[in-house]
C-alpha cells in the first residue's frame, strides 16, 4: 500500500499541473477575446474560467512568487500603484491596474503573468479567500469604514473577518490610526504600524475587540475595558515628510490631498520592508503617478480642464471635501446606485456638504435627485441636469471644472472624457 501510494504522487502531480495548464490557456484566450470585443483587461472573464475549469488555480498559481496584497475601504487602488511605482521601473511587477479586485480578478490575473513580484489590490471582502489562496509575504491594511450598505455593512465583521483571514500572515503593514484594522493585524505574525491620521473616526467609536467604547484624542486612541489601543508607530506622517527612526523623507506627489500622502507611506513601507528598497529610492519614485485607474485625470473637453474624482463612501467624501473645498470652480456631482456602488445611497446624509457653498453645482446620475435635496438640506444651491457628463459641461463656463462620482458614476464619467 506504502509503495502505491508513493508511485501515485508524481502522476498526481503531473495531472495537476496539466489540469492548471489547460485552465491558464483556455483562461488566456477568454481574456483575448473579451478584450477584443468587449475592451477592459479581461481579467475577470479569464479568471471566471481559469476557476470553473480548476477552482484550486489560484493557490498553484501563486506558488514561488513574492506577493503583496493591498486592502481597505479607501485608498487600495492608489496605494498598489504607488507600490508598484516605489519598486522602480526595472522591476517586472504584475498589478491590477485597472481596479478589478474580486476573487475572479485575481485568479485572471495570476494566470495571464509569469512575474514574480505581484501586488495586488484584494477587495475587502474577498481579502481572507485572497490571503489563504495566495500565501502572501505580506498584507497591506490602509483603512476600514462603512461603504456600500448592503454589502459591507457592518465595519467590526469585516474586521473579524479579517483577524481570522490573517492568522500567520509572515508581515501586515497597517494603520495604526485605525482601531478595526489594529485589531485585525494583531493576527498575523509581525506588524508594521504606519501612523497616517484619521480624518473620518466615526466608525471607530466602539472597540471592535470587546465592544466596549474606544477612547479617542487628536492623535491617540484605546478603549477603556481592554488592552486595545493604537500600537507605536513605526513610520509616521509629519505634513508632508515620512519618517522612521532615523528618517525623514519628504514625499512629493503627482497626486493631490493629504490622503494620497497617507496612501504614498504605506506604499514606502511595503516596498522597504518586503523587497528591501531604499526608502529614498522608493519615496523618489512616486512623483510619477500622476492619475490611477483614471482617478484625478485631467482631460480637455468642450472648453473645459475636467479632472475626475471618485468618491464613493463618507470617508472618502470627507478627505475630498478637504481637497476640493477651497476652490471655486465649478463642479459636476455624479450619483448612482447600482450593483457595485452598494444599491442604499442613504449613507450620503452621514457627509457634510457645507464646504461646497456658493458654488456653480450640477448633479446627476441615477440618484441625482437624492443628492440634490441632500444639498438641499445643507443650503447648497445645485441645477440637476439629465443625460451626459456633455450636456452638464455646456452648461457651464469654460475652464476648470471637477466631476467627482462614486463607482459606476465614476467609471462612465472617465469613459466619456477619454471618448472626447
Request: hydrophobic content about 45%; aromatic content about 4%; charged content about 20%.
Amino acid at each position: 500500500m506504502a509503495t502505491t501510494e508513493v508511485m501515485r504522487h508524481p502522476s498526481q502531480g503531473l495531472r495537476r499541473r496539466g489540469r492548471v495548464a489547460v485552465a491558464r490557456y483556455a483562461a488566456l484566450a477568454a481574456g483575448v477575446l473579451s478584450r477584443r470585443l468587449r475592451g477592459g483587461s479581461g481579467l475577470v472573464i479569464g479568471g471566471r474560467v481559469l476557476l470553473t475549469i480548476d477552482p484550486c488555480a489560484v493557490a498553484e498559481l501563486s506558488r514561488g512568487r513574492s506577493i503583496v496584497l493591498v486592502s481597505g475601504t479607501n485608498g487600495k487602488s492608489t496605494t498598489t500603484a504607488l507600490t508598484v511605482a516605489a519598486l522602480g521601473h526595472n522591476a517586472r511587477v504584475a498589478t491590477n491596474r485597472d481596479g478589478a479586485n474580486t476573487a475572479v480578478a485575481v485568479a485572471g490575473l495570476l494566470g495571464s503573468t509569469s512575474a514574480h513580484q505581484v501586488v495586488l489590490e484584494v477587495d475587502e471582502d474577498w481579502l481572507p479567500w485572497v490571503v489563504e489562496q495566495t500565501s502572501p509575504r505580506a498584507v497591506v491594511l490602509t483603512n476600514l469604514s462603512r461603504d456600500q450598505l448592503t454589502r459591507h455593512h457592518e465595519v467590526t465583521a469585516v474586521s473579524t473577518a479579517w483577524r481570522r483571514g490573517l492568522t500567520d500572515v509572515p508581515l501586515v503593514i497597517a494603520n495604526a490610526d485605525d482601531p478595526a484594522v489594529v485589531w485585525s493585524a494583531l493576527a498575523a505574525r509581525r506588524q508594521v504600524w504606519v501612523a497616517v491620521g484619521a480624518a473620518w473616526a466615526t466608525d471607530s467609536w466602539v472597540c471592535p475587540a470587546c465592544g466596549d467604547r474606544a477612547l479617542r484624542s487628536a492623535s491617540d486612541w484605546s478603549c477603556r475595558s481592554c488592552e486595545l489601543s493604537r500600537p507605536e508607530p513605526d513610520w509616521w506622517l509629519d505634513g508632508g515628510v515620512l519618517r522612521t527612526a532615523g528618517s525623514a523623507i519628504p514625499l512629493t506627489l503627482g497626486l493631490p490631498g493629504h490622503f494620497n500622502l497617507a496612501n504614498a507611506a504605506f506604499a514606502v513601507a511595503a516596498a522597504h520592508h518586503v523587497w528591501s528598497v531604499s526608502i529614498g529610492d522608493a519615496a523618489a519614485r512616486l512623483s510619477a503617478v500622476r492619475s490611477v485607474a483614471g482617478r484625478f485625470e485631467r482631460s480637455h473637453l468642450l472648453g473645459h480642464d475636467v479632472r475626475v474624482l471618485l468618491a464613493k463612501n463618507p470617508a472618502g467624501w470627507l478627505e475630498l471635501l478637504d481637497l476640493i473645498g477651497k476652490d471655486r470652480h465649478p463642479l459636476v456631482l455624479i450619483l448612482n446606485a447600482e450593483g457595485v456602488d452598494g444599491r442604499d445611497p442613504s449613507w450620503i446624509y452621514d457627509v457634510s456638504f457645507g464646504a461646497l457653498h456658493d458654488r456653480t453645482i450640477i448633479v446627476q446620475g441615477r440618484r441625482a435627485t437624492d443628492l440634490l435635496i441632500r444639498l438641499q438640506h445643507d443650503g447648497v444651491a445645485a441645477t440637476h441636469v439629465p443625460g451626459s457628463l456633455d450636456a452638464a459641461l455646456e452648461l457651464l463656463p469654460t475652464g476648470p471644472v471637477d466631476v467627482v462620482g462614486n463607482y459606476s458614476a465614476f467609471r462612465q464619467a472617465v469613459s466619456e472624457v477619454r471618448r472626447a
